[in-house]
Structure formats: C-alpha cells, structure tokens
C-alpha cells in the first residue's frame, strides 16, 4: 500500500514570495490534515478535510494560507505572501475515516515539505 | 482545551538498555486515544503505539508499551531492549473527536 506523497521535499523561497505544497492521501483516506511543524516543536493542526469539505480550519492564517482539496483526493497548501515565520516543515496526514473506532482515527503522514524563507 | 506536555527535552540511554519517556495531557473528555510517534532524522512520522482511553488494559508493541494510567492523565511509553534504530524525535499525542494535540516531543539518543 503507497503512503502519503508529498512534493516537493524542500522549497526556499524569499519573504513575499508564494508558494504551493501537494499532498496525495492514502487510496481510500477520507481526511486530510496538513500541519505546520516549526523546528524544536510538536506539528500544530493548519486544516483538516473530510473528502472535499473543511472541517477545521480554525489554526489556519487565512490572510496568507488557503488550501483546497478538489474532488476529495488530492489536496494543496498555498502560502502567499510568505513571511520569515513561515519556515517550517509542512506535513500531510490522513486517516480512514472520522469514525468507527481507533482504527479510523490513526493518521498516516507523508515526509513533509521542509520550506525555509528567506 | 487539550495540552500535552512532555517534560522531558532530550533522553539518552545505552543500547541495549530500558528507557522510559514520559507524557501527560489534560482534558475534561472521557473518551479519547492517545498515540506515540516515532519521527527519525528523515522526518517521517511513524505511529509507534496506540491506545484507547476506555481500555484498561496497556498497549504492547513489541518492544514498546505504555504505562497508562488514566486518573493521573499520564502516558509514558517504555522501550525495551533499545536500538540504535531508535533514535528519533517521539511526539506523544491526544485525540478527542478527531482532534489531534501533539507534545513538544523528547529527543532520544540510543547510544552504542
């Protein structure tokens, strides 16, 4: 079974800049997560999406952060304009399902994005 | 809200040896899972161990197990038997209705 893909592995770009992270979930994985893990710190949730819908978005720096998750598959992070604090790595999870026990739950991450802004 | 600390910055521990690493969490919930990750220099997260909080019973993996002990709000994870493999980042983890809290996660050292 593939895990979770991400591309691309790194990514500098300069403050103000923007940029865009792709995330192909588990075959079958209804949510997606992407999480923000800054150096020395636990990954802090961005957005959750169960197949195309949001269901948290509430940590996500709407004024600079969008992600969309078009037909319940695939899903992408944009970061436009970037800020210095934005260097972190950006990880993609996904786990069965929202229900139906511990097994549902168990999220499966991808290698993440290292992105550093300079 | 739900926290977890994990108060323990960096571990080292012999190969071959037992090393213990500590987590608790608070919440008002009564019915969530807690998880342990594995993430190694290649900055993978790997699920190490899981467990249900309504179960009493303490979880085993192989060489890892629990301690859980739900009253005190406590999660640690015991390793056996370490390897060098085992150096990584771990990251203990509270979820409760699909959201996920991690630790600031322990740096553990397996030496040879």
């Known amino acids: 079974e593939a895990g979770v893909a991400q591309s691309p592995r790194y990514k500098i770009i300069e403050k103000r800049q923007s940029v865009a992270f792709w995330c192909n979930p588990i075959s079958g994985h209804a949510t997606l997560y992407w999480y923000q893990q800054i150096l020395g710190q636990g990954p802090k949730l961005l957005i959750q999406f169960q197949n195309n819908g949001v269901v948290d978005d509430s940590q996500l720096p709407k004024d600079r952060f969008s992600a969309e998750r078009l037909k319940g598959v695939d899903s992408t992070l944009k970061i436009q304009p970037a800020k210095l604090e934005d260097s972190a790595v950006y990880l993609c999870?996904?786990?069965?399902?929202?229900?139906?026990?511990?097994?549902?739950?168990?999220?499966?991450f991808g290698p993440g994005t290292r992105l550093t802004v300079t | 809200a739900q926290t977890v600390t994990q108060s323990q910055p960096e571990m080292s521990v012999q190969e071959a040896e037992t090393v213990t690493l500590s987590c608790t969490y608070d919440t008002s919930e009564n019915n969530y899972y807690l998880f342990w990750y594995k993430q190694p220099p290649s900055r993978q997260m790997i699920l190490v161990i899981r467990q249900e909080a309504y179960k009493q019973q303490n979880a085993t993996e192989n060489r890892f197990s629990v301690n859980f002990q739900k009253a005190a709000k406590s999660f640690s994870l015991k390793i056996s038997d370490s390897q060098l493999g085992d150096t990584a980042m771990y990251f203990c983890a509270f979820m409760a209705y699909n959201d996920m809290r991690f630790g600031a996660g322990t740096r553990l050292t397996v030496k040879p």
């Open positions: 999870a996904s786990s069965l399902k929202r229900g139906g026990g511990l097994a549902g739950y168990e999220q499966y």
